[in-house]
């Protein structure tokens, strides 16, 4: 990968894995807990991708700083969370960033793997969301992206675009610029405006 995707790339995994130690911590585990949580959060959706198209062994274990920025990460949170807990809708922008990154670079990784284009979408909605859903299973709690936050629907529109792009043979940095932007855009004002996907109305039916 050119070194400014990799930095980029490593950026998103450290937002994200500062994510998934907040958690850890206010789910009051100990240390281990909050680098598995952090290393889970950070490289989950692209580990996953990774298997999915047989890109092995995944980035995440063939190159050690994919390994080492998640663990800083995590330490840092451990020692740090009263001041990372008040500056997290901060954290939540970069989250955004990180995750309309990921989409575009998941979706074209698995075209270059030979998907077609809805199996690449999905591929890198699945990039930005896989982490943060390993996240909420592992810390025993519905994964956000399922309680009506817009999450995952801004990652396959940005994804989609990529996709689009892409097949249109549009330069590089126009797909992954224009990608980014549609899920970045979306998702912060989905977090300024309190936008929620539908919801069901009335009682549960059992």
């Known amino acids: 990968m050119p070194s400014t995707l990799v930095v980029l790339d490593l950026v998103g995994i450290f937002?994200?894995?500062?994510?998934?130690?907040?958690?850890?911590v206010r789910k009051d585990l100990d240390v281990f807990g909050v680098l598995v949580l952090a290393g889970t959060t950070g490289l989950g959706g692209g580990f996953l991708r990774d298997v999915l198209i047989d890109a092995t062994p995944p980035t995440a274990l063939a190159d050690w700083r994919y390994l080492l920025v998640p663990a800083a990460a995590g330490l840092l949170t451990f020692v740090f969370h009263p001041l990372l807990g008040r500056m997290e809708r901060m954290v939540n922008v970069f989250d955004a960033f990180g995750l309309s990154l990921f989409c575009v670079a998941g979706a074209t990784k698995a075209l270059d793997y030979g998907?077609?284009?809805?199996?690449?979408?999905?591929?890198?909605m699945l990039t930005g969301i896989g982490g943060g859903m390993l996240r909420d299973l592992l810390a025993g709690r519905v994964p956000v992206v399922f309680r009506g936050e817009l999450y995952a629907t801004p990652a396959l529109a940005g994804a989609t675009v990529a996709v689009l792009g892409t097949r249109a043979d549009l330069p590089?940095?126009?797909?992954?610029?224009?990608?980014?932007?549609?899920?970045?855009?979306w998702r912060l004002l989905a977090m300024w405006r309190g936008w929620q996907a539908p919801m069901p109305t009335g009682p549960a039916s059992v």
């Open 172 to 185: 590089v940095v126009v797909v992954a610029v224009t990608g980014a932007a549609v899920c970045l855009t």
């Open 115 to 124: 998907l077609g284009p809805l199996p690449a979408a999905l591929m890198g």
């Open 15 to 24: 937002v994200f894995a500062i994510s998934g130690a907040l958690v850890a």
